[in-house]
Nanobody, 125 residues
């Protein structure tokens, strides 16, 4: 069982930055791939970024590539999402997630079995 807790959301002006954190409870966290997703009002939840257990492989949605960076600190059981050059269209609830497959690094939310409660990010224009 993996429990995930996000933090770091808030209100920021367009062009600004935020860093989201996701703390995991599982001792086996270091062996899990991890992902970030987001859901804007009235829209489906969408993939944002994912990272392998070692941090050596990362994937990004085209909409955030070059602006967002996913990273992890296995010693702290924490994964991060650094968000720069934020745009109003980045406004959403952001969720971190761990896949059912443990070490897998999927981009489909259907393959993720553990989710945090979400943290709100609001970007004003």
């Amino acid at each position: 069982q993996v429990q995930l807790t996000e933090s770091g959301g808030g209100l920021v002006q367009a062009g600004g930055s935020l860093r989201l954190s996701c703390a995991a409870s599982a001792r086996t966290f270091r062996w899990y791939g991890m992902g970030w997703f987001r859901q804007a009002p009235g829209k489906k939840r969408e993939f944002v970024a994912a990272i392998s257990w070692s941090g050596g492989t990362t994937y990004y949605a085209d909409s955030v590539k070059g602006r967002f960076t996913i990273s992890r600190d296995n010693a702290k059981n924490t994964v991060y999402l650094q968000m720069n050059s934020l745009k109003p269209e980045d406004t959403a609830v952001y969720y971190c997630a761990a896949p059912r497959g443990g070490s897998a690094v999927p981009m489909s939310e259907n393959e993720y079995g553990y989710w945090g409660q979400g943290t709100q990010v609001t970007v004003s224009s």
